[in-house]
């Protein structure tokens, strides 16, 4: 299994952000997949999740409104889109095979977020 994250960056508060996520060595488009974050001295908190198929999406309060989930199987992608940043977004995003906040996940991508 690996996945590759990319899309980070610095940002100022309100801006937006989309991550890429390339996911490699499993069925992908039979896998529901998650972006977790892990904010500066806190645990893994999964945001986002999308199902296998047609991809119903799931949110977690926090980012509920302002990030939307999405996938393309042809491309084994699955990005998360962010739109008016805050600065308590700011934290290390990975995409995550499965539904579990600790499953497989890549190396992740760094968003900060800071006037």
């Known amino acids: 299994v690996q996945l590759v994250e990319s899309g980070g960056g610095l940002v100022r508060p309100g801006d937006s952000l989309r991550l890429s996520c390339v996911a490699s060595?499993?069925?992908?488009?039979?896998?529901?997949m998650s972006w977790v974050r892990q904010a500066p001295g806190k645990g893994l908190e999964r945001i986002a999740s999308?199902?296998?198929?047609?991809?119903?999406?799931n949110y977690e309060d926090a980012v509920k409104g302002r990030c939307i989930i999405s996938r393309d199987n042809a491309k084994n992608m699955v990005f998360l889109e962010m739109n008016r940043l805050k600065v308590e977004d700011t934290a290390m995003y990975y995409c995550?095979?499965?539904?579990?906040?600790?499953?497989?996940r890549g190396q992740g991508t760094q968003v900060t977020v800071s006037s």
């Open positions: 999308i199902n296998a198929g047609a991809g119903g999406t």
């Open positions: 995550v095979r499965g539904l579990k906040t600790l499953g497989d």
């Open positions: 060595g499993f069925t992908f488009f039979v896998t529901p």
